[in-house]
T-cell receptor, first 117, second 113 residues
C-alpha cells in the first residue's frame, strides 16, 4: 500500500516552454502533497505544500508564478514549470500524506528528471 | 526555523559491519524523525521513523535512537549488506504544527563486499 506515482519520469524541454508533472497517490487519499526539488548530490529542498481544494503554500524564495501547483483532487497534484530555463533542470519529487489516519508518514514518488535545453 | 545537521557525509564499511549515522536538530518543537534511503535516480524510501515520546525503535537490522535533551537522533544498521549501499537522509518535522520535513544533507553509505 501507500504508493505514489509521478509522470513523466523524465522530460526534456526547450528553454521558454512549460512542463507539467503529475503526482498521484494510487491506493490512498492524500489531503496534503509536498513538492521537493533535488540537485545532484544534494538534499531535498521543499518547494511548496499543496492541500486539496486550496492554494499551495510556497517556501521562501520559490516563485509561485513560475512553479504552478494544482491539487485538484485527493489523489492528484500537478506541478507546472512555466517558461523553463536551464537552471530549472533538476530532480522533482512529490510526497503525499494519507488522509484521516493520523499517521505522520510521507510517501514519496519516484521523481521526475527535468532537463531544460 | 528548523535546521538538521547530518554526519558523516560519506561512510564506507565492510559487509557485516555496523554503520551509524547521526543527526542533530535545532527546534525543540520537532516531534517526528524519519529516516529515508535513496537509491540513485529514485525517490526516497522511508525505512524507519521515531516519535518524540519514544527513545528507541528497532526493525530487524535497523534501529533508531532519539535523545530529546541533546536534540540528536541516530540510525544504526547492523550486519550491513551490499544492498544497503545508498544515500541515507534524516529529517525532522513538527506534527501538529507546520508538518514540513526538514532534511539533513545526506550520508552516502558504501558497503564493500
Amino acid at each position: 500500500g501507500a504508493v505514489v506515482s509521478q509522470h513523466p519520469s523524465r522530460v526534456i524541454c526547450k528553454s521558454g516552454t512549460s512542463v507539467k508533472i503529475e503526482c498521484r497517490s494510487l491506493d490512498f487519499q492524500a489531503t496534503t502533497m509536498f513538492w521537493y526539488r533535488q540537485f545532484p548530490k544534494q538534499s531535498l529542498m521543499l518547494m511548496a505544500t499543496s492541500n486539496e481544494g486550496s492554494k499551495a503554500t510556497y517556501e521562501q524564495g520559490v516563485e509561485k508564478d513560475k512553479f504552478l501547483i494544482n491539487h485538484a483532487s485527493l489523489t492528484l497534484s500537478t506541478l507546472t514549470v512555466t517558461s523553463a530555463h536551464p537552471e530549472d533542470s533538476s530532480f522533482y519529487i512529490c510526497s503525499a500524506r494519507e488522509f484521516g489516519t493520523g499517521t505522520y508518514e510521507q510517501y514519496f514518488g519516484p521523481g521526475t528528471r527535468l532537463t531544460v535545453t | 526555523g528548523e535546521n538538521v545537521e547530518q554526519h558523516p557525509s560519506t561512510l564506507s564499511v565492510q559487509e557485516g559491519d555496523s554503520a551509524v549515522i547521526k543527526c542533530t536538530y535545532s527546534d525543540s518543537a520537532s516531534n517526528y524523525f524519519p529516516w529515508y534511503k535513496q537509491e540513485l535516480g529514485k525517490g526516497p524510501q522511508l525505512i524507519i521513523d521515531i516519535r518524540s515520546n519514544v527513545g528507541e525503535k528497532k526493525d530487524q537490522r535497523i534501529a533508531v535512537t532519539l535523545n530529546k535533551t541533546a536534540k540528536h537522533f541516530s540510525l544504526h544498521i547492523t550486519e550491513t549488506q551490499p544492498e544497503d549501499s545508498a544515500v541515507y537522509f534524516c529529517a525532522a518535522s513538527t506534527q501538529g504544527g507546520s508538518e514540513k520535513l526538514v532534511f539533513g544533507k545526506g550520508t552516502k553509505l558504501t558497503v564493500n563486499p
